[in-house]
């Protein structure tokens, strides 16, 4: 475990023990310990936050005595094909063509195909009112999915 210490005065004290200076930080200077943690999982060169919208039209109702409660959860497809979580959406109750409100912010890497991978789920009534990160998926019921690369859906 690491310490920190805070100074005052011209000393610049505690500063050197995470990485800062004297003076006030650049907001464009760049950050080594993001770009350290970057590289270590193969990520190199420039990126930039993005922030994602979804909605989604003519989904498979499920329910037998309402609409399907979807929601949608987003991941990033590995070289291996293994699947990291980015994010969730709210549920949506009783909808086959839900616009969510949520938006995901995810990391856009230039220079680099992202394949993105998004799973609607169900929800069923039970679990209303849960927390989405508290929901289990393999509870739900998996109403469709789709693949794009990020490239293919980026609008400015």
């Known amino acids: 475990m ?6 005052s005065g011209g000393d610049g004290g505690g500063q050197s ?16 310990a993001v770009e350290g943690f970057l590289r ?14 979804l909605s989604a039209s ?7 005595l309402s609409k399907s409660d979807p929601m949608v959860v ?4 590995g070289r291996d094909g293994s699947l990291q ?10 909808s086959l063509s839900p616009q969510w409100i949520k938006k ?3 990391n856009y890497y230039f220079e680099m ?3 993105l991978v998004f799973h609607v789920y169900d929800i069923d009534t039970q679990f209303h009112g849960l927390d989405e990160k508290m929901l289990k998926l393999d509870e739900q019921q998996l109403l469709g999915e789709a693949t794009c690369s990020l490239s293919e859906n980026f609008f400015f």
């Not at 023990?17 to 080594?32: M, T």
């Not at 987003?74 to 497809?77: A, E, V």
């Open 104 to 106: 995901v912010i995810i």
């Open 74 to 77: 987003i991941y990033t497809k």
């Open 17 to 32: 023990a995470v990485g800062g200076s004297s003076s006030h930080p650049d907001a464009n200077a760049p950050n080594d």
């Open 58 to 64: 003519n989904l498979r109702d499920r329910d037998v």
């Open 40 to 53: 270590t999982r193969g990520y190199h060169g420039l990126y930039t936050q993005i922030e994602l919208s």
């Open 2 to 7: 690491g310490n920190c210490c805070l100074g």
């Open 113 to 115: 195909v992202q394949t």
């Open 85 to 94: 979580e980015l994010g969730r959406t709210e549920v949506v109750l009783n």
